[in-house]
């Protein structure tokens, strides 16, 4: 649960993304990614601990501690640590070696390429490893509840409201040069702030719910996921 809801609630910022490099505007792609993750770090994840600290236990007449599974959490620390370490390694070579090479700017174009390889090989070890080979390592999936859509209904919903969503980000993007200029804002504000809270919308309603039903691991695997 926690990895379909953190996959399919990223459609939106990769649509985002895709949206911003159509139109140039590289500045705002890097800062979204950037900021996306900051905000599922901190703003999801910490507003899900507060509030299934303070209101789900209260709710759910649970223990007074929140639990999760130490070994799921353990793992996805480590594809945090690896995609920290891809992110920062284009940009340490970039800044260590622009001054004493001078193809150092296709030497990082070459990195980056390999890695974000590399970056989407991991991902989909890490499906098999959460979804088939160690799902017991990522708490309990008992007790999830009656489906409210059948799989065709909820993929024909879930079909429309990407197209919608795609349409949408196109109209945001084009229109974000207007706003910085009429409002003041920088670049940097916007994609690191603004377009990851608005990503992030989805993710952040769901891992608040289910930390109000003292749901943790699926909190942590929606926020961090």
Same mark, same amino acid.
Request: hydrophobic fraction near 50%; aromatic fraction near 8%.
């Given at each position: 649960?926690?990895?379909?809801?953190?996959? #399919?609630?990223?459609?939106?910022?990769?649509?985002?993304?895709?949206?911003?490099?159509?139109?140039?505007?590289?500045?705002?792609?890097?800062?979204?990614?950037?900021?996306?993750?900051?905000?599922?770090?901190?703003?999801?994840?910490?507003?899900?601990?507060?509030?299934?600290? $303070?209101?789900?236990?209260?709710?759910?007449?649970?223990?007074?501690?929140?639990?999760?599974?130490?070994?799921?959490?353990?793992?996805?620390? @480590?594809?945090?640590?690896?995609?920290? !370490?891809?992110?920062?390694?284009?940009?340490?070579?970039?800044?260590?070696?622009?001054?004493?090479?001078?193809?150092?700017?296709?030497?990082?174009?070459?990195?980056?390429?390999?890695?974000? @390889?590399?970056?989407?090989?991991?991902?989909?070890?890490?499906?098999?490893?959460?979804?088939?080979?160690?799902?017991? *390592? #990522?708490?309990?999936?008992?007790?999830?509840?009656?489906?409210?859509?059948?799989?065709?209904?909820?993929?024909?919903?879930?079909? @429309?409201?990407?197209? !919608?969503?795609?349409?949408?980000?196109?109209?945001?993007?084009?229109?974000?040069?207007?706003? $910085?200029?009429?409002?003041?804002?920088?670049?940097? #504000?916007?994609?690191?702030? *603004?377009?990851?809270?608005?990503?992030?919308?989805?993710?952040?309603?769901?891992?608040?719910?289910?930390?109000?039903?003292?749901?943790?691991?699926?909190?942590?695997?929606?926020?961090?996921?």
């Amino acid at each position: 649960g926690g990895l379909l809801n953190a996959t #399919f609630g990223n459609i939106v910022e990769m649509l985002l993304c895709i949206a911003s490099i159509r139109s140039g505007q590289l500045t705002i792609t890097k800062c979204t990614l950037l900021g996306s993750m900051l905000s599922n770090l901190l703003l999801v994840m910490g507003c899900s601990c507060l509030f299934g600290g $303070i209101f789900g236990l209260h709710l759910q007449d649970s223990a007074p501690t929140q639990h999760f599974t130490e070994s799921g959490a353990n793992v996805q620390i @480590v594809m945090l640590l690896l995609a920290i !370490l891809c992110i920062g390694m284009p940009t340490a070579y970039a800044d260590t070696m622009e001054d004493v090479d001078d193809d150092s700017s296709e030497a990082v174009l070459a990195m980056s390429r390999k890695l974000s @390889v590399l970056l989407l090989v991991a991902y989909f070890m890490y499906l098999y490893f959460q979804i088939v080979s160690h799902s017991d *390592l #990522f708490g309990d999936t008992e007790d999830e509840g009656d489906a409210d859509m059948t799989p065709c209904f909820a993929a024909g919903v879930l079909a @429309v409201c990407t197209c !919608l969503c795609a349409a949408s980000t196109e109209l945001l993007i084009g229109s974000i040069s207007g706003t $910085i200029e009429s409002w003041g804002w920088s670049k940097e #504000f916007v994609g690191v702030i *603004l377009l990851p809270i608005i990503g992030n919308a989805a993710e952040h309603y769901t891992a608040i719910s289910v930390a109000l039903m003292d749901k943790m691991d699926l909190a942590i695997g929606v926020a961090i996921g």
